[in-house]
């Protein structure tokens, strides 16, 4: 492994369990917003929209961190991009209607997991990549799950939440299974 290939992976190590420790934050307040929530809130709102936000800023710090280019910049790109708009439409739509905030992160969900799965098949030589094909394979089934249920008036906050809590124990183990591939390099 080159010296920059290791510092890309320590660089992914300390971001995959940045996002763990702000996915799981967010969860626990979303599951506390959700469970008083029948109607749209400025809380529901604000978190609905940090959530692709955070995404999005993620997504360019890992981009940031690669200067070798190993991932797809096109895609990258249209992650960043996606869940930007994303942020936008989910706090106009959840001022609106819980289920149409849920339909349309179920559409972001589809959209986001597709990139999420084809960077991971392209950063498999950094590792700790399994749990990322997993996620981004995931992301794309619960996302289809997410639009149906929007689409018959079902307002799922807290099912919102416990696919964030998912992907935070995916992000989790990508950061273990990197901890361990760079022990064994400093070794």
Do not use: C
Not at 9 to 20: G, P, T
Not at 70 to 98: P, T, Y
Not at 140 to 169: E, I, P, S
């Amino acid at each position: 492994m080159s010296i920059t290939s290791s510092d890309y992976s320590r660089k992914l190590h300390n971001l995959y369990f940045a996002r763990f420790a702000v996915a799981i934050i967010w969860v626990g307040l979303m599951l506390a917003a959700a469970a008083r929530a029948t109607e749209p809130s400025i809380l529901l709102t604000a978190l609905l929209v940090i959530f692709p936000a955070f995404d999005a800023g993620a997504v360019l710090w890992q981009m940031r961190a690669d200067p070798a280019g190993r991932g797809s910049w096109a895609v990258q790109k249209a992650a960043i991009a996606l869940s930007s708009v994303v942020a936008i439409a989910l706090g106009i739509a959840s001022s609106i209607s819980l289920p149409a905030a849920v339909a349309l992160w179920g559409v972001w969900a589809i959209a986001s997991g597709v990139p999420q799965l084809l960077t991971a098949i392209r950063n498999r030589g950094a590792g700790g990549q399994i749990a990322q094909v997993l996620s981004g394979g995931i992301s794309v089934l619960a996302g289809g799950g997410f639009l149906y249920q929007g689409l018959l008036g079902r307002a799922m906050m807290a099912g919102v939440a416990g696919y964030a809590t998912l992907g935070a124990v995916f992000f989790l183990v990508s950061a273990i299974v990197l901890s361990a591939k760079l022990r064994k390099v400093s070794v």
